[in-house]
């Protein structure tokens, strides 16, 4: 079965500090792996998308790892500002025989940045 | 338009009565999905639309879901005879293969 595990489920600290949030994934035969930001009461806004053959992905202040062979990618955040509270999910994309696109989400990772 | 767009914004109705949710999702976009997303919850899939193959229905919770995508493009979400449980932030989201997912801003679904 193929599950999504993002840890931590809740972060909180201070303004400026770096920190990393985590994503797990049980099958490694991906296709692309994209991280999105949830305010409360929106949608989803996508923040980076890592194809299978990348191994990283930057825009601004986030850094999106990608280690298929583990099963594990990581968004790093650098210098975190409070407009940075959120709640952060990853998601897998797996390319069936169907040519469907199978997405599946972590639960998320909610961030709380203090000034 | 730029992005995908969802109608209507909000949407509270009586239990028993039908709704439509509607998505205009990105032009050229070939493959639509509609979550539903419950408060403090994580993201629930529905169906699946990828170009004019049939569509993906395996998220759909009761046969009183239903949806619809014309012409490839605008797709319509109806749930008949509404439940409380069925309230809930309903999302749609489009892209191309290898492209990245974008996503409506949702209806937020109220049954009373």
């Known amino acids: 079965k193929q599950e999504v595990t993002q840890i931590p489920a809740a972060l909180s600290v201070p303004e400026g500090e770096n920190l990393v ?6 099958d ?8 999105f930001r949830q305010d409360p009461g929106k949608g989803l806004t996508s923040l ?8 990283e992905q930057t825009s601004g202040r986030l850094n999106a790892s990608l280690d298929k062979s583990s099963g594990r ?13 959120a709640t952060y ?3 897998v994309r797996y390319l069936m025989n169907t040519g469907f696109q199978k997405l599946v989400f972590g639960t998320g990772t909610r961030l709380l940045v203090s000034p | ?24 999702p990105i032009s050229g976009h070939t493959a639509l ?8 919850q994580g993201l629930e899939f529905l169906i699946y639309f990828q170009g004019n193959s049939a569509p993906d229905k395996s998220g759909l919770p009761s046969d009183r879901f239903s949806a619809e995508r014309t012409g490839g493009s605008v797709s319509t979400l109806t749930i008949q005879r509404t439940q409380q449980e ?4 309903y999302l749609c989201a489009s892209s191309n293969r290898g492209s990245p997912l974008h996503f409506g801003n949702g209806t937020r679904l109220t049954v009373t």
């Open chain 2, 33 to 40: 999905y509609w979550y539903r997303q419950s408060l403090g």
């Open chain 2, 86 to 89: 069925d309230s809930a932030v």
């Open chain 1, 28 to 35: 490694s035969a991906i296709y692309n792996l994209q991280w």
């Open chain 2, 1 to 24: 338009g730029a992005g995908v767009s969802q109608s209507p914004s909000n949407k509270v109705t009586e239990k028993g009565k039908d709704v439509e949710l509607r998505c205009d």
């Open chain 1, 48 to 55: 980076l998308l890592i194809q299978s053959s990348q191994r």
């Open chain 1, 73 to 85: 990618s990581t968004l790093y955040i650098a210098a975190s500002q409070p407009g940075d509270s």
């Open chain 1, 89 to 91: 999910l990853c998601a």
């Open chain 1, 21 to 26: 949030l985590n994503c797990s994934f049980t």
